[in-house]
């Protein structure tokens, strides 16, 4: 049988390429722990504010290495039934009610037909420790601090031996490691043992060329001088301590918005009718639609005509 699963790059350089043609712009800090987790066969601990791009990562992984995405959504509540196995009770009862109209004596042989593969539903933790068509998959674990501790707690087998213990029928392993995306906006703080079990990064928000360099690719409609403004507009934004700064996905929303309404620079009206498109609580809102938002405005702006030539 033939092997047709992409290659690994061999070299941070290549894994810079790699992440570079589904347009995600990785620098090389960043590129160098994906590349070592890949090679390692280590878990990725990703961390940051939301919307830097942390989600992304393993989606990108996905696409350029032809992989399945296997996503656990965390969230309070999430428990073992949930995201990683339960048993098919309906057709469990009606597997010991046939067996007793049978007459049926052998409780053991029942014992054991009922809690095997055939009646067992596989959730998203189980799933990403299946291979799928030759290939093992991208295991995306979004959002860990949402989850309770206790869940957490549960991980530490998976993270550290690709592996899941189920009472009734013993330890299923994984016989290709998955590749494993762990994301936490650090709502609350992840027990060290579970870091142990990773490579850690943290994701922070990109410098203004490199923001500048991600929307022409992600909003390549959008005027150049209205993507300078609105890279540097945003920028801004994220020094005025705000409740939430707006992420790399914010400002492509902005982007491709502005788009929409044809508009080629920033102007008050325009700025202060589509803040919702980056900022998303409404005393942000309401604090960049007074003077602070109006100096930052006039300061991008008068940045951006200078930039221009004078261009008004």
Known sequence: MTDNKVPLPDSIEATVSMLESEDYLAGEALATVVFLALKLNRPLFLEGDAGVGKTEIAKVLARTLDRPLIRLQC???LDISSAVYEWNYPAQMMEIRL?????????????????????LIRRPVLQALEVHDGRAPVFLIDELDRADEAFEAFLLEVLSDF???IPEIGTIRASEPPIVIVTTNRTR?????????????????????RELDI??????????????QIVTFVQG??????????GIAETIDWANA?????????????VSNTLGAILKYQDDVARIQGADGQELLAS????????QGGMR
């Open 215 to 228: 929307l022409r690719r992600k909003a390549p409609g959008c005027h150049e001088r209205l993507s300078a």
């Open 75 to 77: 969230y309070e509540g």
């Open 99 to 119: 067996a007793e109209a049978t007459g049926e004596k052998d409780r053991t042989a029942l014992e054991r037909g009922i809690f095997s593969d055939r009646y």
């Open 163 to 165: 592996q899941v213990t």
């Open 189 to 209: 703080e992840i027990h060290d043992a579970l870091k142990r079990r990773c490579l850690y990064h943290w994701v922070d928000y990109p410098d203004a060329d």
């Open 258 to 270: 502005l788009v929409e309404l044809d508009r080629t620079s920033l102007d008050p009206r325009t």
């Open 300 to 307: 991008v702006t008068e940045d951006t005509a200078t930039d």
């Open 237 to 246: 934004l994220r020094t005025m301590d705000l409740f939430k700064n707006p």
